[in-house]
């Protein structure tokens, strides 16, 4: 069965402070990972995507690595602020298997607070 | 652009009562998708659509769940009757051609109660 896992489910920094948020997934033969935020009562805005032949991609403050082999990725996200304050889901994007479609499956997030 | 348009925002209804939720992806976009989101089993993808024709299906819970797209700018996810336990944030999506290599773009979402 094709899961992703989130770890923390919640986590609360300092702002200014550097964290690492963390996504587990069980089958490695996908077409890429994403990062999504989430922001209460709102829906979702991609933050990053890394296709299957990537190890990592930037946008500003955010990283995202993607380990295909073990199944994992992170988000790192440098000099936290107040407005970082989210829920973060990773999503990994499958191809096509027998009896299912292409699909993207999500982690449950991890909900992040920036305090200033 | 205006981005995946879903309505209503908010809905109420007592069980029994049927609930009809509306998605207009972005212009362009041929590939339409609704999820549902619970705090117990997270974001869940109910159905797929590709060119407006369903692909999956498998995460509809059951038959009281169905969902139409009559053209390329239009979808809905239609509960009949519905359950408290239905009540839940739906979300649509939309995907453009090439979806391997593109993000899906979310609409605000449609938060469901059913009394």
């Known amino acids: 069965k094709q899961e992703v896992t989130q770890i923390p489910a919640a986590l609360s920094v300092p702002e200014g402070e550097n964290l690492v948020l963390n996504c587990s997934f069980t089958d490695s033969a996908i077409y890429n990972l994403q990062w999504f935020r989430q922001d209460p009562g709102k829906g979702l805005t991609s933050l990053l995507l890394i296709q299957s032949s990537q190890r990592e991609q930037t946008s500003g403050r955010l990283n995202a690595s993607l380990d295909k082999s073990s199944g994992r990725s992170t988000l790192y996200i440098a000099a936290s602020q107040p407005g970082d304050s989210a829920t973060y889901l990773c999503?990994?994007?499958?191809?096509?298997?027998?009896?299912?479609?292409?699909?993207?499956?999500f982690g449950k997030g991890t909900k992040l607070t920036v305090n200033p | 652009d205006a981005g995946v348009i879903q309505s209503p925002r908010h809905e109420v209804t007592e069980m029994g009562q049927e609930v009809t939720l509306r998605c207009k992806p972005i212009s362009g976009h041929n590939s339409l998708f609704w999820y549902r989101q619970t705090m117990m089993r997270g974001l869940e993808l109910l159905i797929y659509?590709?060119?407006?024709?369903?692909?999956?299906d498998s995460g509809m819970p059951e038959d009281r769940f169905s969902a139409k797209m009559p053209n390329a700018s239009f979808s809905t996810l239609k509960i009949q009757p519905s359950e408290p336990r239905d009540s839940a944030v739906y979300f649509c999506?939309?995907?453009?051609?090439?979806?391997?290599?593109?993000?899906?773009?979310f609409g605000p979402g449609t938060r469901l109660l059913v009394l």
């Open positions: 999506a939309s995907s453009p051609p090439g979806s391997r290599q593109e993000t899906q773009y």
């Open positions: 999503a990994v994007f499958y191809p096509l298997t027998q009896g299912g479609s292409e699909k993207l499956v």
């Open positions: 659509f590709n060119n407006n024709v369903p692909i999956d």
